[in-house]
């Protein structure tokens, strides 16, 4: 499916590139930006992809103004590799070279009506989703958007069905969002708090805070959305930390807040961007559950050894 060119700069440099064709008519074009690791195998298959779904896509070689042919792993030498090339690299000279990709799909042609189309649509879309709050859920917005795209023919049935990684996490993230939600309404996590908080009464202070941050963390498997964590999670926790005498409140409760900010990396649905992670098709749903189990116990762990003698340090 994909084959490597030779594109030329503003400045008249030649770089190397990887493109992918579709097998149909093109929909469109996109340029695919390079990692560190350069056009490695990781950054053909997503250009593939794309080109399987239908676009002509082009990864240009940006490294090659400074390693021509760089291509790397995912080693931590190859990271440190990875980092000594693009420090080397003029951010200017960067752009051109994206620039010139984009010039070569200009020679796709003019905009074709359904590109028209599918672009004002997804303006709709994301005016909808952002302001349209009062008018029509969101869910509804995207639902219509598709309704639309089907009776102005920019996508057929067959289109839909077809992306079968769509509906894979569709049917995952409905039943898993649908769970964690309901297991909030009918009071169940709050049940769950109370009950394992209680039993903490009489423990030393510093064994508290550590089961209370234990249990704040890891009960997010039991959340879809990082607001339903904090209105129902935290304020039992503290009511229950404030029974508790030695307990340092203030750093507790910064603590609590802290976490949410590294608790996303669990499951594929733990917070708003999980699921573009998830849905990028990058790791596999097996892969991301055992991972996120395993960088969560690591970053837990970071969080009570350097976390929190630091919160105490400065308080």
Sequence with gaps: MGESITLTSEDGFKLSAYRATPSGKPRGGLVVVQEIFGVNHHIRNVTDSFAADGYVAIAPALFDRVERGFETGYQPADIERGREVRGKLQLDHAVMDVRAAAKELQKMGPLTRR??????????????????????????????????????????????????????????????????DGLTRVGFV????????????????????????????FGHYLFASVTAHVTAMIPVLLAVASTIPGVNMHTLALGLCLQLGIMGIITPFATGPSPVYYGSGYLPAADYWRLGAIFGLIFFAAFLVIGVPWMLAIR
């Design 115 to 180: 590109e028209i189309i599918l672009g004002v649509l997804v303006v709709i879309a994301l005016v909808l989703w952002i302001f349209g709050g009062d008018l029509m859920e969101a869910t509804t917005a995207a639902i219509a958007v598709i309704a639309l795209m089907l009776l102005l023919k920019v996508v057929t049935w067959d289109d839909i069905t077809a992306n079968k990684a769509a509906w894979n996490t569709l049917a995952w993230f409905a039943t898993l969002v649908a769970l964690a």
């Design 190 to 217: 709050k049940w769950f708090a109370e009950t394992v908080a209680v039993q903490l009464s009489g423990v030393a202070p510093w064994v508290a805070v550590a089961a209370l941050l234990f249990i704040n963390f």
